[in-house]
């Protein structure tokens, strides 16, 4: 079985000169033009009408801020590989973007992947031309379900015609396009859930993500769940309906890059296989998670804006004129959130890896933390039954039907990893 010495720890060594930082950029819309009662994100549907020109200013100055920064940091340049609008409901927008992409233009990747958040009722064919005249190259629609009953549980503001029309409009002017859907809402059997994975499947996609349905946080459905006013799906027919969309993807030719999301050939989302895959990305507005790995420590260091908007306003006048990274950490309501060691970095990457296709590398992690791998007997017994494996360059996998219980596995294989 795979053992591989301890190499010492390679973070120590990278000359950050030598290395141009290749990023992910992702900017928080918090706008929505009102609640949907699942809905755990950052976001706030009482904004005067000149607040988001204002919010897009306060953007812009902390990303030109960040890009000083960073090519302080890193001399062999800086290059953003994607850029995300994510929102909140960044499909409220439209031109008003357009100083903050030309602020950032000169960082963006010629082939960068540009994807922008939308709600269906907010598209138009004028909207569209305006997204991609400014370079918006993708565009991620939140469908959620094709079922009037699903789209009314989850309190969405479209039909499901909207929805379908939503879909051909985008197509016509974008060649990458991805929808979410949302399985768990109450009373949704098999049935409905296969009549969603086919309607998204005729409308020529690209792209699929495929949530469950939670009750988390202060939500108004998470209070109802918890008065018991409203039942959860059981877990065996949420488990189900993945199988299903694993076993009907697969037919039509998705492949599945991740455990909620599919994709045609060559259309795997860039963006989110940063986060999956250890990448670096940058987060601006409020709520906005960013990581810079092998900064600060060989683990990296991550950080989040305070999801309170007063933050960003009252650090927007402090923003120093000669930024630099350790500066802009120190700003108010910045969380420098985690001193990471080795076990949480460990348990971090494992478990990101496990839920895709990648899987993890057992040498790579061994030469960065210094352990060996012995696994344990669980893992003996899943590579036996074939559940799991590893190929000759010690690329660990899990199969996809077991991507859905990765937190068990994750666990199982970060504890294989030992100190020598
Ligand atoms: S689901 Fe989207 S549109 Fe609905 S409240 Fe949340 S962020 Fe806003």
Redesign the pocket.
Known sequence: MSQCGADGNPGKDIDLNQHPLAIGLYLHIPF?SR??HY?D?V?TARFAADDPASYLRMAQSYAEAWVEALQREYPAGLEFRTLFFG???PSLLDAAYRPFMESLRPWLRPDAEITLEA?PEHLTPERLDIWAGLGINRLSL?VQSFQARGLKFLTREHSPDKAREAVRMARAVLSNVNIDLIYGWEGQDLADWEADLDEATALDIQHLSLYTLTYEGRTPMARRHRRGVLEALPDERLEAMYLMACQKLRAQGFAHEEVSNWHQPGFASVHNSIYWHAGSYLGLGNGAHSFLNEYGSPWGTRWAQDANLRWLQEGQGHLPAAPTVGGLLNMPGVQVEIERDAPEWLLETVSSGLRTDKGININAICVKTGYDFRPRPSLEHALRQGLMQIDADGILTLREEEWYRETGWALEVSLSFVAP
Do not use: L
């Open positions: 929505c609640i949907c809905c994100f976001k929102g909140g409901t709600n939140g």
